[in-house]
């Protein structure tokens, strides 16, 4: 699981968007743009619940284009590892990511990841690194987990994610 080739790839993207773009961080202010990550993160995240429509107890699965489902899944990830980039928390590895344990439940699963990214800006905020990268684990080994319960694997995210950047 190489983590760390997925996190320069971000950095690539992000340095080569902030040169063909006009507007600059510092004039959306640091706080916004903190706050932006961490909202498109949720709101990324919530496009793949809405998609695969499981927290809708009375309706049954539609079989999703696993594309389409793999593009909704690729756009929160950047998010996951932007934020992990600008804080730093790109020194994690794979042993980190294995050693969470998995879920079945893929409504639990939501649930989890939308409390993590909740407590990550919390304790970034606190400027507590220990406890921030800790959950930062946490959450993108939850992130990976929800990969799979959506069909994918490692390799195949990694694969499509650095095919399309």
């Not at 902030?18 to 916004?32: H, S, V």
């Not at 407590?119 to 800790?134: F, G």
Request: with cysteine; charged share 25%.
């Amino acid at each position: 699981m190489d983590l760390n080739q997925l996190f320069k790839v971000q950095e690539i993207i992000e340095n080569n968007i902030k040169q063909f773009t006009d507007i600059k961080e510092d004039t959306l202010g640091k706080e916004n743009v903190f706050d932006l990550r961490f909202l498109a993160l949720q709101v990324k995240t919530g496009e793949i619940a809405n998609l695969t429509k499981c927290y809708k107890y009375f309706k049954v699965k539609e079989n999703i284009p696993k594309e389409k489902l793999m593009i909704r899944y690729i756009d929160a990830l950047k998010f996951l590892l932007s934020i992990g980039n600008v804080h730093h928390f790109n020194v994690i590895n794979g042993e980190a990511i294995n050693s969470i344990e998995k879920e079945n439940s893929i409504i639990k699963l939501f649930s989890y990841i939308f409390d993590d990214i909740k407590d990550l800006k919390h304790a970034i905020l606190q400027d507590d690194y220990v406890l921030s990268l800790s959950i930062y684990v946490r959450l993108f080994a939850r992130f990976i987990n929800l990969g799979e319960l959506l069909g994918f694997s490692f390799q195949e995210v990694y694969n499509y994610y650095v095919e399309q950047a």
